[in-house]
RNA sequence: GGUCUCGUGGCCGAGUGGCUAGGCAGGGGUCUGCAAAACCUCCGACGGCGGUUCGAGUCCGCCCGAGACCUCCA
């Protein structure tokens, strides 16, 4: 079968095939958060993108070292000079140690992630562990004469790299020119050369916690340095994959590569991947807006906008119905189809098993395997795919009602295509459903169905209703078939 | 203001120069004691105005609307 993957690269704007620089070694880095606060949907997009990523390339046989960074010195807050460190403002706020906040909020962010069912990169490097490198990395470029220092701060000289290489802009599509004419002159801009000059090492005021000896003086790292300096560490100076949001394509993505170039002489990544931003019924989101929701929030139902709780499932599912170059707008009501889209999907995996073959089959099985992998294949085309997952789900029910048949050999096929597919590639797994792992729970409805079914057998349905009104009342479903009574939990 | 992306049926979301995306919702039917689930079936769309073409959601222009970046942000 042939397994062409094709990945949209954001620096030639189409399409390519993917070839590892080192197959079948395949280096992915992607930027992860900057922990001073909790994840929200805006952070669950890329993870979920670039774990579908990771774990197909895991599929295809491919040995993949993931590395996703922990920003833990944080950015800054307004601009370059005028700035606090993100991280040690809130410090001062809860008047915790600055690493305290880090601690608990980088925590929370893997629990969130594990409940997303995101797989744990290969590597989770934090810029705090990295100074040294990041040093080294600023020294270098300093030697290549892309870097000047003023007043104990180091800066990257635009201009010269422009000049003397002219791959300035070539990702995010910017010219000098326009750069020139449209940046904002902020306040104390005075030691760079040129406005759109950016930090590569920021000297640290008195007040400042979070600080570093250097060379240059007490400071921090400028906020594109820890990706250049951790992804050369761990993936070498030329490596596979580097995604992100598409917010960070300028100026962050830009500057990384000025950074590489300047330092390393070559262009770091191969495909530059970026997924699209989220927005909260049609609105973007943000803090001012009162729709600025956390995954907690939106796990536990807990804002105003939500008008209940979702599961990280649902979440996840929702996220795969659209493509990861879209935007996705999120609104109670697209949430809720998913859910029940969801659960009809993970319905039909249980169905699956209790097929019964016969001579023939009434779907071509084999094709539809081949269109999930050309979807996929296609820049990981996850919507087309689940168009054609759901096909199979129609024809597995089919089969299930008799209205369809199905070989032995298709069977088998479909019992290992779904659950690759769903559970490893797409990484959906069905809820936790604590109820049912209770044996005493098992038992008890087991008694109550049968005297339920004794009911009905004596054509008590007054009875038998009742039982199953009150199970409702609890979020209990049941459900009458010829093969007996099944029951689930919502 | 500059650069760029997008505008699809009640909702969400693919696709693409000519052939049903899919999910959810709604109508009708089958099954069931009744439900639920499932199955069958129907409904229904390509922001507006021009243009190119035998033929355009699909290409081009303009307009309207939304979003991203330019400034911390996933």
Redesign the pocket.
Known sequence: MEKKLYIYNTKTRKKEEFKPINPPHVGMYV?G??VYGDAHL??A??AVTFDLVYRYLLHLGYKVRYVRNITDVG?????ADEGED?IAKKARLEKLEPMEIAQYYSDRYHQNMDQLNIKHPSIEPRASGHLIEQIEMVKKIIDAGYGYEKNGSVYFDVNKFQRETGKYGKL??RVIE??KA???QLEGQAEKLNS?DFALWKNAAPEHIMRWPSPWGEGFPG?HMECSAMSSKYLGEHFDIHG?????????HESEIAQSVAANEQEPVEYWMH?N???ID????GKSLNNFITLNQFINGEHDFLERAYSSMTIRFFML???YR????F?N??L???E??FK?LL?SLETLEQLKPANESTMDVKSLRNRFYEAINDDF?T??L??HI??G??YI??V??G?ATITEEDLSILRELFPEFINHILGLEPEEESGKENELVDQLMDTILEIRQQA?KNKD?KT??MI?DELQKLNI?????KEGTSWEIE
């Open positions: 930027c958060p900057t805006g952070h997009r890329p950015h800054l807050e307004h601009d993100k995010s599509g326009e750069l449209q940046t904002r759109y906020w992100g949001g598409m917010d960070l394509l300028f100026p962050h997924n931003m989220i927005t049609g609105q973007k989101m119905q659209a493509h879209s935007p996705l707008d609104s009501e697209a809720q189809a998913a029940k889209g009809k319905d085309n919507p087309v689940m168009a759901f096909e789900v129609k029910n089919s299930a009602d209205h009905r349905f038998a209703d199953r479903t049941i459900k009458d078939s």
